[in-house]
């Protein structure tokens, strides 16, 4: 999304001609339009104002509603908002709470564990006791996916070089919004990340990950029908992850206490939150693996 100096200033307090003075700095990397007008990435412009400590005051002017109730940890607020709107079937509005939760600060492991996963279970309640019909709690899975797909594209994108993490969910598993959730997370701390789908043979998740070699592999964990068959599957899956270094993340649900230790991992993160955390220390790892291979001589 291309902004104007004008909207960068509105929504930060500054004047348009600091924002301009800082692009031709290169402060706020810009690009030039045909008739030579000044054009800022949003997503790029965002974290880099964030880095300086000047935060956005006012969305108004890239067309979304404020969020000064949806941001600073209101999660409440945001619920009600969002649930309202996936419930009324308002595409629009779902894309506008994101796009404001996401432009007043709040990581996209905040809103999956505090706003969208709350949201849903209420929904689910409301579907079992009859409140809702099962197409408007159908649509509104539609309707977040595809608004989360949408934010996707809206984030910066990671650079090239950047470590691949590629997952998904075993047949039976329908669950879809957990796995988008988890790419979206790996995507804003800088990683290339595929999500590949639900109801997956293990078969084919075994040969994506020998196909990929990604640094990172999850599997999300929504629905378990047979735990025997869970457990030989992560064994299996782990042993080829293990192969190649891969980190394999285990997430979801449907884990329970007593499950949990029975499944073969890397890690296991209860909460987005810890996916992020576990994320934020990878670096270090990568750094103290290479530096055995070079120290035991390994290739």
């Known amino acids: 999304m291309l902004v104007t100096p004008r909207q960068i200033a509105q929504a930060t307090g500054l004047s348009e001609s600091t924002v301009k003075r800082w692009c031709d700095r290169g402060i706020l990397p810009s690009l030039r ?33 404020p969020f000064e109730e949806l941001a600073d940890g209101n999660f409440g607020v945001a619920r009600h908002r969002l649930e309202e709107a996936l419930i009324g079937a308002s595409r ?9 939760l996401v432009l007043g600060g709040m990581s996209m492991a905040a809103i999956g564990d505090q706003v969208v996963a709350p949201v849903f279970a209420r929904i689910g309640e409301l579907w079992s006791c009859q409140q809702l019909e099962v197409y408007q709690e159908r649509e509104a899975c539609v309707i977040m996916q595809e608004s989360l797909v949408q934010l996707k594209h809206f984030m910066e994108p990671p650079s090239a070089d950047a470590p691949l993490a590629i997952g998904g969910a075993l047949a039976p598993d329908t669950y879809v919004l957990p796995g988008v959730l988890v790419e979206l997370v790996f995507i804003e701390n800088g990683w290339q990340a595929r999500y590949l789908g639900s109801q997956l043979p293990l078969e084919t998740l075994r040969e994506a990950v020998q196909r990929n070699r990604p640094e990172a592999f999850w599997l999300s964990i929504s629905f378990v029908p047979e735990e025997s068959l869970l457990i030989e599957a992560t064994r299996h899956l782990a042993e080829v992850a293990g192969k190649i270094r891969s980190l394999f993340v285990l997430g979801g649900r449907s884990i329970t206490e007593e499950l949990e230790h029975r499944l073969a991992c890397s890690a296991l993160c209860r909460t987005l939150a810890h996916l992020e955390l576990l994320l934020r220390t990878m670096p270090d790892l990568r750094r103290r693996v290479v530096d055995e291979d070079k120290i035991f001589g390994r290739p």
């Open 33 to 65: 339009t045909p008739g030579g007008h000044r054009r800022l990435e949003l997503a790029k412009t965002v974290r880099i104002l964030k880095e300086r400590g000047t935060p956005l005051l006012d969305v108004v002017a890239f067309g979304l509603p």
């Open 92 to 100: 629009q509005q779902v894309v506008a709470i994101l796009h404001s």
